[in-house]
């Protein structure tokens, strides 16, 4: 109690507030992680001091809706008026939140260069309490390390038997399924060991690597029928035909299994899932934007609506779907095929909609295929990560030659000689392969890179290579991507300096999936993302 006063005292504040505010100083020099390095008795002291906080739910939500908040003032997309307003609003807020919220945010870079640089027992030590509540103070690599860390703990002190699988090649989605499926939850916490029929070779993760690979393809199978392409071919949702197949329900439980199976023993899986199933996956809402990764077109209809007067359009509360031939009419509401779509109510057609084609239509594949995952992976565990972030954990990350994408970019507006452009491509080398990776997400929305390179890339009517199109007009907003069209809008920004940081934050945040011009727009655009849940 004594400890938790201290803790709570305005001197402590004032001192944290003090540490905070050198090390942002501090944090663009190179001297940076050793200047961390010497403060970590302080910055560990600082975590510590919060623990007992995040055993709070109210204090837990505050920091999370601080978080929230902050990351808003940053985007780029407020007035400066609003952002005065609401650095007021946060300004009310309780003393030992503020100096948290503001310490993890400035001291990101810092904080997460000296978790790198510090054993593994200090690193859980440090922020196990803190980190399911507030992921986003890590990086990726950190995540990742910290996810690897908890699965492993999750393991001590029990012991698993592993898990033979005795697979045929000519039918390894029919094997496979059978003895996973034959398993309870607990047998599946031991590792798999694979022997393919008629073959010798001792399982030392080679074949289990190669047995992953194999069965990730067969999931996507055109004859198996559980999933659907998107648009543009490269990524994958549950089929709402589905239920065609006997026993598909079972089936999504199964690919559950083998994703959380993949996740648990660090295998990758040659899949790459919607922006909209990830999501879902993490228990984060979908928003109207997330149609442009699965349906280009529909989400062009959908925009169109919500930009202009709808009054005479006809639209009602409903929609069709054309069952093998059979077209079934499916209401957003009761009655709602006699309920007229009007400027007053579009908002919340759009919302209606989305959810029945993203969620609802294939509800019962998707909860049988999480039901699988969470049987082998936490799910309080998962949320640590970000949709991107998720993908990059099944899928692994792309190896991406920037000279490749450099010599397959088309330029409008600049040319290759623009002093922007070569900043862009300075920039994307400098990136490690986790941020390369974010960066192609962004652009494209998914990070699997074409096997034949970037002249491959495809776009929502075939190939289409990655485009940089010169936006005119205010330099203060960020980039802006249409993932349908691989295609990054790019205003002419003065510094090479300045380039980088606006890209970062658009990367980072996930904004500008957009179509805006201007800050009036932004603002506009970023409520109706933000309505859509």
């Known amino acids: 109690e004594m400890i938790e006063k201290v803790f709570e005292s305005k001197i402590f504040n004032r001192l944290y507030a003090s540490l905070s505010k050198y090390l942002s100083q ?11 390095q010497q403060m970590t008795p302080l910055i560990e002291s600082f975590f510590l001091s919060y623990h007992h906080t995040f ?83 890590l990086d990726f690599d950190n995540k990742r390390l910290y996810f690897r860390l908890m699965l492993k703990q999750l393991k001590e002190g029990r012991h698993y ?3 033979g699988l005795h697979i045929r090649r000519t039918d390894v989605f029919m094997d496979a399924y059978r003895q996973i499926m034959g398993r309870n939850p607990d047998e599946l916490r031991g590792r798999i060991r694979v022997e393919f029929s008629g073959e010798d070779g ?32 490269d990524t994958y949702q549950p089929n709402p035909m589905s239920r065609i197949v006997m026993n598909h329900l079972d089936n999504f439980k199964f690919i559950g299994r083998i994703i959380g199976k993949a996740l648990q023993e660090g295998y990758m899986l040659d899949c790459f899932f919607t922006r909209s199933l990830y999501k879902i996956i993490l228990g984060q809402p979908v928003t109207y934007n997330d149609m442009e990764d699965y349906d280009p077109d529909y989400y062009k209809n959908l925009k169109w609506m919500l930009e202009n007067d709808v009054t005479d359009i ?35 057609f759009v919302q209606r909609v989305c959810k029945a084609k993203l969620y609802e239509e294939i509800k019962d594949q998707v909860d049988n295929l999480l039901s699988g995952v969470y049987e082998v992976v936490p799910r309080d565990l998962l949320s640590i990560f970000d949709f991107r972030e998720l993908e990059l954990m099944i899928s692994g990350l792309p190896d991406i030659d920037v000279n490749d994408l450099k010599n397959n970019t088309d330029l409008n507006g600049y040319t290759k000689d623009s002093d922007i452009i070569k900043w862009f491509f300075e920039i994307i080398e400098s990136f490690d392969n ?41 330099v203060e907003r960020l980039p802006t991507a249409h993932t349908c069209f691989n295609q990054l809008d790019l205003p002419d920004y003065p510094t090479k300096e300045i380039l980088h940081e606006r890209l970062m934050k658009a990367i980072k945040e996930g904004k500008g999936f957009g179509f805006a011009q201007n800050k009036s727009q932004l603002r506009s655009n970023n409520f109706l993302l933000n309505i859509i849940h």
């Open 314 to 348: 006809g639209m009602t509360f409903s929609y069709e779907i054309d069952y093998f031939g059979k077209v079934e009419v499916k209401k957003l509401i009761p009655n709602g095929d006699n309920v007229p779509v009007t400027e007053e109510n579009k908002v919340d």
């Open 434 to 474: 986790s941020e390369r990776a974010e960066f192609l997400q962004f652009v494209t929305g998914t990070s699997k890179v074409p096997v034949d390179g970037f002249k491959s890339l495809m776009g929502m009517s075939g190939i289409q290579k990655f485009q940089i199109h010169k936006t005119y007009g205010d």
């Open 55 to 137: 055993n709070n739910k109210n204090d837990v939500a505050k920091i999370q809706t601080y978080m929230k908040k902050l990351t808003a003032l940053q985007s780029g997309l407020k007035t400066d008026a609003e952002i005065e307003k609401e650095r007021k609003e946060l300004e009310k807020e309780d003393e030992r939140i503020q100096v948290f919220c503001n310490f993890v945010d400035k001291n990101k870079k810092g904080l997460n260069q000296l978790l790198r640089s510090i054993s593994q027992q200090s690193f859980l030590g440090l922020l196990q309490p803190i980190i399911m509540n507030v992921p986003k103070i």
């Open 26 to 36: 501090k944090s663009t020099r190179t001297t940076s992680l050793q200047i961390m």
């Open 202 to 233: 001792i399982d030392a993760s080679g074949l289990s690597k190669e047995f992953f690979e194999l069965l990730s393809k067969e999931m996507f199978n055109p004859a198996i029928a559980l999933f659907k392409p998107s648009a543009n071919g």
């Open 161 to 163: 038997g592993s898990v």
